[in-house]
Nanobody
Framework: VQLQASGGGLGHVGGSLRLSCAASGYDFSYYVMGWFRQAPGKVREFVAA????????RYSESARGRFTISRDNTKNEMYMQMNSLEPEDTAVYYC??????????????????WGQGTLVTVSS
């Protein structure tokens, strides 16, 4: 089971970035997928999650209205469109998978598979 996050880089305040997470080695549609992030000197925090079918989503307060999470089960991929970037969005972003859960979850301990992280830097 592997997750590969990509799409990070340098963004500008008010700009956009799109993160992707490619999954392999398991039944992708069985897993709730989520994005977490860890800013320098801070603990890792929940950003967004999408249900197994992609119908239901959940966002942190800071992400709601600016970020959009989605998935394509035919491609075994998850995405997060990040708009209206803020300097506070600077962090390493991790994709993660939580098995067999109905709906979505923001609880980090429910996720048992993690990608390697992709760095997002937002400059002003």
């Amino acid at each position: 089971v592997q997750l590969q996050a990509s799409g990070g880089g340098l963004g500008h305040v008010g700009g956009s970035l799109r993160l992707s997470c490619a999954a392999s080695g398991y039944d992708f549609s069985y897993y709730v997928m989520g994005w977490f992030r860890q800013a320098p000197g801070k603990v890792r925090e929940f950003v967004a999650a999408v249900s197994r079918t992609g119908v239901n989503t959940r966002y942190s307060e800071s992400a709601r209205g600016r970020f959009t999470i989605s998935r394509d089960n035919t491609k075994n991929e998850m995405y997060m469109q990040m708009n209206s970037l803020e300097p506070e969005d600077t962090a390493v972003y991790y994709c993660a998978a939580a098995p067999g859960i109905a709906g979505t979850t923001s609880q980090e301990h429910m996720y048992n598979t993690w990608g390697q992280g992709t760095l997002v830097t937002v400059s002003s």
